[in-house]
């Protein structure tokens, strides 16, 4: 959660916002924008962080990625997250394939439906976390 708030951190600095602006594009509190930034967000919902990364991606967009140098997006995280002319397709959220992935299975789901996913991977987690305290070691 901490390098996942700095990234944005360093993204919104980037882009001249504040932390209120961006909050305001993204439709959360700025309370929400400070505790994530601050990597205290573990109980950030999914949704909230897909809403600000959103509201950064878009505001990014705007760029021309041809003014923005390697280093910069090496030093931002962008890798990825500008468009180098190849079609862009979708902006990922974290460097992990797999959470992205879940990301993905969340935004393709009706809005009624994305409760019902969030309620399986919460007793999933919550069972696979009671197995691995039961292992011996």
Do not use: C, W
């Not at 600095?13 to 990597?39: H, I, K, P, T, W």
């Amino acid at each position: 959660m901490r390098e996942l708030g700095g990234q944005l951190r360093r993204v919104r600095g980037f882009l001249g916002l504040s932390q209120e602006q961006v909050a305001r594009l993204a439709g959360v509190s700025q309370g929400a924008m400070s505790r994530l930034e601050a990597g205290r967000g573990l109980a950030t919902p999914l949704f909230i962080v897909i809403k600000v990364h959103t509201a950064l991606a878009d505001a990014l967009r705007a760029f021309d990625p041809e003014l923005v140098d390697d280093q910069i997006r090496q030093t931002l995280g962008l890798d990825g997250f500008l468009d180098n002319g190849n079609g862009g397709g979708e902006i990922p959220i974290t460097r992990d394939p797999e959470l992205d992935e879940l990301v993905q299975l969340y935004r393709g789901l009706p809005e009624g439906q994305r409760r019902t996913l969030i309620a399986i991977m919460r007793a999933t987690a919550t069972s696979l976390t009671r197995a691995s305290r039961a292992l011996p070691g």
